[in-house]
């Protein structure tokens, strides 16, 4: 079992729909929780980071995370083309400063 | 700031032979990162230092690979000697001491062919 899990999509969505994007995490000690976003050819770059049970919100970016169910989640309201990227789920494993990536899921927001 | 910087930008090379991957953090942060980027694998942590230190060198493939920092505005990944499935985007990554974000600062990375 991979320690971050995501689809790899793509994920389709219309300009203007919600996007939901969705991670699961196999290490129980993990307390901090990131989205990194990826454009094609580019590097990551952080978006959102959450660190407690329950939405985190920043500006169209929610986060979500259920630490019981070893989830995380981005909502993306009002998905614009410009969203379209990479969306990399990450967790910080238990006392220690590496971050572990999932595979990504990627994201293709039609005009 | 210029950011975290890498070079080569490009890397074409025959196998067997070594590859020098370079990397200047962000001054001030002394935590840096070495990931490897596969459409298969992901990004995969290779190792990491603090304070010029090697930390967690478990993500390193092969005895084929090693990283050295020898100060605090310098690393290094060699791979020596270099094989086709070394092929991937090499990531430097840095980050400040002190943050719980954990903010990873990612170089432009070194987009390595091995024919």
């Known amino acids: 079992q991979k320690e971050v899990e995501q689809n790899s999509g793509p994920l389709s969505v219309p300009e203007g729909a919600i996007a939901s994007l969705n991670c699961t995490y196999s290490d129980r000690g993990s307390q901090s929780f990131f989205w990194y976003r990826q454009y094609s050819g580019k590097s990551p770059e952080l978006i959102m980071s959450i660190y407690s049970n329950g939405d985190k919100e920043d500006g169209r970016f929610t986060a979500q995370l259920n630490k019981a169910s070893q989830y995380v989640s981005l909502l993306i309201r009002d998905s614009q083309p410009s969203d379209s990227a990479t969306y990399l789920c990450a967790t910080l494993n238990t006392g220690f400063q590496k971050l572990v990536f999932g595979t990504g899921t990627r994201l293709l927001v039609s005009p | 700031d210029a950011g975290v910087i890498q070079s080569p930008r490009h890397e074409v090379t025959e196998m067997g032979q070594e590859v020098t991957l370079r990397c200047k953090p962000i001054?001030?942060?002394?935590?840096l990162f070495w990931y490897r980027q596969t459409m298969m694998r992901g990004l995969e942590l290779l190792i990491y230092f603090n304070n010029n230190v090697p930390i967690d060198d478990s993500g390193m493939p092969e005895d084929r690979f090693s990283a050295k920092m020898p100060n605090a505005s310098f690393s290094t990944l060699k791979i020596q000697p270099s094989e086709p499935r070394d092929s991937a985007v090499y990531f430097c990554?840095?980050?400040?001491?002190?943050?719980?974000?954990?903010?990873?600062?990612f170089g432009s990375g070194t987009q390595l062919s091995v024919l």
């Open positions: 990554a840095s980050s400040r001491p002190g943050l719980p974000e954990q903010k990873l600062f």
């Open positions: 001054s001030g942060h002394d935590y």
